[in-house]
């Protein structure tokens, strides 16, 4: 079935960045709806962004628009995060999730999930 496996998370310093990767593997045509979410500490999971994969259409939270940056490399089978000007409030559980469907938005239930990867920020 789908594995998501992210890669990329680490300590950083405010104002840093980061780049999050998630190898999305095979059955591609299980998934035309990719994104990303996190969990900081005593808190609910979150949804940071989407992107469609057929028309890369992006959707993001109004917590990180014009700081993080969704993409995906279709050859590679990869799904990125690149997060600018870092602060110690993004320090969270970065997820990557998978869907299919007619929809795509990080406010729909995802079915696949990575085991995620921690960014902290000091």
């Known amino acids: 079935d789908v594995q998501l496996v992210e890669s990329g998370g680490g300590s950083v310093q405010a104002g840093g960045s980061l780049r999050l990767s998630c190898a999305a593997g095979r059955y591609t045509y299980k998934r035309n709806c990719m994104g990303w979410f996190r969990q900081r500490p005593g808190k609910d999971r979150e949804g940071l962004a989407v992107l469609w994969i057929g028309g890369a259409t992006t959707v993001y939270a109004d917590s990180v628009k014009g700081r993080f940056t969704i993409s995906n490399d279709n050859a590679k089978d990869t799904l990125y995060l690149q997060m600018n000007s870092l602060g110690p409030e993004d320090t969270a559980m970065y997820y990557c999730?998978?869907?299919?469907?007619?929809?795509?938005?990080?406010?729909?239930?995802?079915?696949?999930w990575g085991q995620g990867t921690q960014v902290t920020v000091s």
């Open positions: 999730a998978a869907r299919l469907g007619s929809l795509c938005g990080y406010w729909l239930t995802f079915r696949y």
